[in-house]
């Protein structure tokens, strides 16, 4: 099992800037696929980004794109989401994941596809 915590999340202004971290630990994967999330109130779960164990592919959301962007540390087992020119729709409590298939993920957006969740952080755009 994979343990997911994931920090700097936070209050901003439309058009700020936040950067997202999850950090990865526990199952020996030597590299990991990783993907964000995210649940507003009152909607279902949606996907937004992810990246393969490897870095050379990296999948975004049509409601984010040219605005997110996901990167890894793997030294550190980290992802980050880079959101900038943030809108209050953008409002949500964002969750990091790791793919059932880790080596395998090849961009699945279904969060069935994930097995391991973090506790979530809370982004608040106000307008």
């Known amino acids: 099992q994979v343990q997911l915590v994931e920090s700097g999340g936070g209050l901003v202004q439309a058009g700020g800037s936040l950067r997202l971290s999850c950090a990865a630990s526990g199952r020996t994967f030597s590299r990991y696929a990783m993907g964000w999330f995210r649940q507003a109130p009152g909607k279902e779960r949606e996907f937004v980004a992810s990246?393969?164990?490897?870095?050379?592919?990296?999948y975004i959301a049509d409601s984010v794109k040219g605005r997110f962007t996901i990167s890894k540390d793997n030294a550190k087992n980290t992802v980050y989401l880079q959101m900038n020119s943030l809108k209050p729709e953008d409002t949500a409590v964002y969750y990091c994941?790791?793919?059932?298939?880790?080596?395998?993920?090849?961009?699945?957006?279904?969060?069935?596809?994930?097995?391991?969740w973090g506790q979530g952080t809370q982004v608040t755009v106000s307008s």
């Open positions: 990246i393969s164990w490897n870095d050379r592919s990296t």
């Open positions: 994941a790791v793919p059932t298939s880790n080596y395998g993920y090849t961009g699945s957006r279904e969060e069935t596809d994930f097995g391991s």
